[in-house]
């Protein structure tokens, strides 16, 4: 019996897909990239057209073994890892490594899909194709340049900074945009201004109105004494209702997700780091047993930034909708976002790939977090395919002499979307005043003014920082999360709240950028960047002629930042702690595992220590502090600090109700 060898990339995918498949079906994984460039050699033959090296990854040896004996069995080879530039890539590095080239007695084909359900495997089997060598181009061109920034620029931050730094391509414009920021919020010099808001009285009614300015005019109240002067002239007295607007506000439901947008909801509502939401939507993609179903895939594809939805479901969500909610919820517009000239449209919105399986139907086989991520996908597709919301709104205008207030107000009339996916921002004020009649006397109950300052920019969050890499064109969607991850790793960046804020040491790393390697940090350098891969991916541009453009110049700065740059002394954090071996304060250091504390008296004192991070809880065995630690791999844990109890847990504990 013909046998046929399926390669995907992940475990979880492979048994997913096992089960849509018969008997003459071998289902293996590669477990990600089978081949890379040297990590001990730069790689790239510079003199030969810039042909980059590539070899075996160390570990893969054995996996590569069993993967050449399935393919002795197999008479079709059929190339299934991920519908982008880096899984076409991953599958032309397999019949390399495979050598499934010289096999002519066997059939090589790519197949992807968008979604792992049973439908869209078996179709990707019957629609087999060839490596498409513009994808697999794009993605060595993205390889090599980061692979010529890394190990270009990391030596010199190494040489004139500190070891174990790195730089990178879009590393590096990330950590310039959180820099500026900083130093945007530091020159900022506050503004003081007022507000005057007035409850005004109708019978019965209370009426929230704030004050506009004079003769009909927006007027900005600076001082006290202007906020005060104008507060006496209206105290007590009646005011008239001068004019009464009434219309219709139309909420337009949101569109679906792209990797961009569901991290950003995703941390601003979920309270989840980019890194947690791609993971957790990996597994949700790649595999999850549901009852009745078996391991299945819950979600599409989640690496998009298109917000394109196939046909069939579109028809599906609008049925759905129609029999649960009303024809009346249905829409019959497709979504459409702005247009982008940088959007790869291969790939669909993420969204669930089955509509029956609601939250509340997979909520006991789905953990916490996975099912939180999974109602918001749901919550956020369905939503895209109902009708806008209606409000009924109301602009008052109140005149009282030369004096105007203002009041607004809206009534949901029908609820549309919302119906399903209402956390959203709303800045109507949801007070009623259809009532209201031009003409009228009401009056005022009471009226202050309240001083205020303007605010600097808000710190980037990972969610408003992935926003405006996007934005910028700045980077893929698969490079947001590690980007982030990277840069808190290397503690250029560090995280309080949600909030991110440059270090010290991000600082010096990001001023020798700036002056050494301007264009590296520029957005609209790395963006067009991204435009000339594009380009690549498209078939219009050969893929060294970029790499033609662009090694030259990093070269040049390079060996003139090494002879140029003076060395930057980046002083440790001292911590309270006293070196018990030679009394010095000890100060707080990064290794692989995070923090820990070292004596400053090296080499003379080589005396290190934990660094103890207390995070305000009380351990619920016996009352002490609980800290954070690590395992020896790195994984992060809870653990009382007492040496006596044995309170461990892998969740950080919630504070007592109990405990201030």
Not at 165 to 172: D, E, I, P, T
Request: net charge positive.
């Amino acid at each position: 019996m013909a046998q046929n060898l399926v390669i995907v990339e992940s475990p979880a995918k492979m048994k997913t897909i096992k089960k849509f498949l018969g008997p003459n079906y071998i289902v293996d994984a590669s477990m990600g990239h089978v081949r890379d460039m040297p990590k001990s050699s730069f790689g790239i033959d510079v003199e030969h057209d810039y042909e980059p090296k590539y070899i075996t990854i160390r570990g893969k040896g054995e996996l590569l073994a069993a993967l050449r004996k399935d393919v002795k069995k197999a008479d079709k080879i059929y190339l299934a890892t991920d519908p982008d530039r880096e899984g076409e890539a991953i599958s032309w590095h397999l019949i390399a490594a495979l050598n499934l080239e010289n096999q002519k007695d066997k059939k090589v084909y790519r197949i992807t899909f968008n979604e792992i359900t049973k439908n869209a495997v078996k179709n990707a089997i019957k629609h087999p194709r060839e490596i498409d060598m513009n994808l697999v181009d794009a993605q060595q061109a993205r390889r090599v340049m980061d692979r010529i920034v890394g190990y270009s620029i990391s030596p010199l931050l190494w040489e004139k900074i500190r070891r174990g730094l790195s730089a990178g391509r879009v590393q590096s414009v990330a950590l310039n945009l959180i820099s500026e920021r900083e130093n945007e919020i530091a020159a900022f010099v506050p503004e003081e201004y007022w507000t005057i808001d007035a409850l005004i009285g109708s019978g019965s009614r209370e009426i929230k109105a704030a004050y506009y300015g004079e003769e009909g005019k927006k007027t900005a109240v600076k001082s006290k004494e202007e906020a005060d002067r104008i507060v006496a002239a209206v105290k007590d007295a009646d005011i008239t209702v001068a004019e009464v607007k009434n219309a219709e506000r139309i909420k337009n439901p949101p569109l679906p997700f792209t990797t961009s947008t569901l991290q950003q909801e995703a941390s601003k509502y979920l309270n989840m780091s980019t890194q947690k939401t791609m993971r957790i939507a990996q597994k949700l993609y790649e595999g999850v047993d549901i009852k009745g179903y078996g391991s299945i895939g819950l979600i599409t594809y989640l690496r998009t930034d298109s917000v394109r939805i196939s046909e069939e479901a579109l028809a599906a969500a609008s049925q759905y909708i129609g029999e649960n909610y009303g024809e009346q919820y249905v829409s019959h517009t497709k979504p459409q976002a702005r247009s982008k000239g940088n959007v790869q449209d291969a790939h669909e919105a993420i969204r669930p790939t089955y509509l029956e399986l609601t939250p509340v139907r997979v909520k006991e086989e789905l953990g916490r977090d996975e099912w939180r991520l999974y109602q918001l996908i749901w919550n956020r597709f369905i939503a895209c395919r109902m009708t806008p919301a209606v409000y009924a709104t109301t602009q008052v205008k109140l005149k009282k002499d030369s004096h105007w207030f203002t009041a607004s107000g809206s009534k949901l009339k029908f609820d549309g979307f919302l119906s399903v996916y209402s956390n959203q921002d709303d800045s109507v004020e949801k007070q009623d005043l259809s009532a209201l009649k031009e003409g009228e006397t009401v009056r005022f109950r009471s009226v202050a003014g309240t001083r205020h300052f303007t605010e600097p920019p808000a710190h980037y969050t990972e969610a408003s920082l992935v926003r405006k890499l996007e934005e910028d064109g700045i980077g893929r969607p698969s490079t947001y999360a590690p980007t982030i991850t990277t840069l808190l790793q290397r503690h250029y960046i560090t995280k309080e709240k949600k909030n991110l804020f440059v270090t010290e040491l991000g600082q010096a790393v990001n001023d020798m950028m700036v002056k050494s390697f301007p264009s590296i940090v520029d957005s609209k350098f790395t963006a067009n960047m991204e435009y000339m891969l594009d380009s690549v991916a498209e078939g219009k541009l050969n893929w060294k002629t970029v790499i033609e453009n662009f090694y030259p110049d990093i070269e040049e700065a390079v060996q003139k930042a090494r002879e140029n740059l003076e060395k930057v002394q980046v002083a440790d954090q001292v911590s309270d702690v006293i070196c018990d071996k030679c009394g010095r304060n000890m100060v707080i250091k990064y290794g692989p595992h995070g923090k820990f504390l070292a004596c400053p008296g090296f080499p003379e004192c080589r005396n290190t220590l934990p660094f103890i991070e207390k995070i305000g809880v009380k351990c619920p065995k016996c009352g002490g502090e609980v800290i954070k630690r690590r395992t020896k791999k790195g994984r992060l844990y809870y653990a009382c600090e007492n040496k006596d109890c044995d309170f461990m847990s892998w969740q950080r504990p919630k504070k007592a109700e109990n405990q201030e």
